[in-house]
């Protein structure tokens, strides 16, 4: 068998973990427009969910990421509560 097939022993003692990257789209509640502020809200968040968030290609999205995390569950119950943080603070700045 080749080196390149044979199992690592290091990494089979290690759990495996999943994480979740989600773009989001910004925008206008009113209208249901994109709003292009991706920018803007990137500058106004808290460091807590900072880390979790990137930019994305179009100015309207931004990207949330979880942290690896040992179950699906895990990564469910993060993302809802990024999610949660997020949309509190895109509110006060007119956007959904």
Not at 34 to 43: G, N, Q
Not at 59 to 74: C, K, Q, R
């Amino acid at each position: 068998m080749s080196d390149w097939a044979r199992w690592n022993r290091e990494g089979a003692g290690a759990p495996w973990t999943v994480g979740v990257e989600e773009e989001v789209m910004l925008l206008d509640p009113v209208t249901w427009m994109p709003a292009s502020r991706s920018e803007e809200v990137l500058e106004a968040l808290d460091p807590a969910i900072a880390e979790h968030t990137s930019a994305e290609t179009h100015g309207s999205v931004i990207e949330l990421a979880t942290s690896p995390n040992e179950t699906i569950a895990g990564v469910a119950e993060e993302l809802a509560a990024l999610r949660k943080v997020l949309a509190r603070r895109l509110n006060p700045m007119g956007m959904a």
